[in-house]
């Protein structure tokens, strides 16, 4: 059993930064992959970035450039650091993990674990 917390979350003016973090306990996660997902009111949950064990990342088109994921399996924490925020990137956002060593999963579907979620807010 894997649990997640999340924090970092709060409100942001349209431009700045903010910086998430991921803590699982529980198993260790360096055989994992960890992703963040973001879900906007009345949206469905979207993929937002991931991170392997062996540290190959990827992102979703909306972030590239601006999102930055990053994790320690030493401290068991991946973190998602978000530069020139958006509005559209008003969300909550949710860590997830799951317990695979393969190539890198984009599906919600596919992760076993997830926080609870932290809420994003861009607005001036």
């Known amino acids: 059993q894997v649990m997640l917390v999340e924090s970092g979350g709060g409100l942001v003016n349209p431009g700045g930064s903010l910086r998430l973090s991921c803590v699982a306990t529980?198993?260790?996660?360096?055989?994992?992959?960890m992703g963040w997902f973001r879900q906007a009111p009345g949206k469905e949950r979207e993929f937002v970035a991931a991170i392997t064990g062996s540290g190959n990342t990827d992102y979703a088109d909306s972030v590239k450039d601006r999102f930055s994921i990053s994790r320690d399996n030493g401290k068991n924490t991946a973190w998602l650091q978000m530069h020139s925020l958006k509005p559209d990137d008003t969300a909550v956002y949710y860590c997830a993990f799951v317990n695979f060593a393969g190539r890198m999963l984009y599906s919600a579907e596919k992760y076993d674990y997830w926080g609870q979620g932290t809420q994003v807010t861009v607005s001036s």
């Open positions: 529980g198993q260790t996660v360096s055989r994992s992959i």
